[in-house]
């Protein structure tokens, strides 16, 4: 296994030229999650595509994160317009009520699998396709659909996403990065993001502290403008009060 740098299309290409014979699969997340809230630079994911269609490998998306609307789509792969070889999701198909998670499996990887009439694809588990996990799940998306909670992401966009850049250009934080319903913004120097987060939980808004300097917010869809402007003045009120 081999990891490349972050976005890095031109270490991936490199990657390919030398051992492409010898990859099976490239997997990354259409927007990096626990690595610190990175979207992928433009046409990196389309660069992606374009590699393992070259070399005969497989492309993977790891929605567990950027599935089930929290991008405003569906999937990551229909906000980039990239089409991905498997997908595995996980978290938001049920949202976190049951445990549930999945693949899912494309033409390209699914046609081998499919060729020998005889082959048996021994996968199962103890408790695959548990009933109460997958009831929960067919519940869930149905509300997502019926309610249209995937066009929230855009509205929590604009004021979750225009509050942190608020406090940013005032110099509370520094960096803001995101996307749809997933944001993270860098803490200053001098200013401990764990020491942010417990301040934060202490006035009733949970957070969670990632890398180094990082405080991200993926909040529910059903979130409300009142609740999303809560998390922006108390992250204001902690940093200031850690200064």
């Known amino acids: ?25 490239f ?16 046409g990196y994911l389309q660069g ?8 005969d490998a497989l492309l993977i998306f790891d929605e567990v994160i950027t599935g089930f609307g929290r991008l405003g789509t569906w999937w990551g792969a229909d ?7 498997l997908v595995t999701f996980a978290k938001a198909v049920t949202s976190g009520y049951q445990p549930l998670g999945g693949v899912l499996v494309g ?4 046609a081998p699998l499919e060729a020998d009439p005889a082959f048996v694809l021994r996968h199962g588990h103890t408790h695959s396709g548990h009933p109460a996990a997958c009831v929960a799940a067919s519940a869930n998306i149905a509300i997502l659909r019926d309610e249209h909670l995937l066009d929230r992401a855009g509205s929590i966009a604009e004021s979750l996403g225009g509050g942190l850049k608020r ?23 001098g200013v401990s993001h764990l020491a ?4 934060m939980f202490d006035r009733g808004v949970i957070v969670r502290p990632l890398s180094a300097s990082t405080i991200a917010f993926c909040p529910p869809l059903v979130i409300g403008d009142d609740d999303v402007a809560l998390c922006i003045d108390v992250l204001a ?7």
């Open 1 to 25: 296994m081999h990891h490349t740098a972050r976005h890095d299309l031109d270490e991936a290409e490199a990657l390919f030229a030398e051992h492409g014979d010898r990859i099976a699969a």
């Open 167 to 189: 406090l940013r250009d005032e110099g509370l934080v520094g960096e803001v990065r995101g996307v749809g319903a997933i944001w993270a913004a860098e803490m200053v120097d």
């Open 79 to 85: 906000r980039y317009d990239v089409v991905p070889d």
């Open 48 to 55: 992606l595509r374009r590699l393992c269609d070259e070399y």
């Open 27 to 42: 997997i990354t997340e259409p927007v990096q999650g626990a690595g610190g809230v990175h979207p992928p630079e433009p």
């Open 107 to 110: 033409p390209r990887a699914l």
């Open 237 to 243: 009120g902690a940093v200031r009060g850690l200064r």
């Open 196 to 199: 942010v987060r417990d301040a």
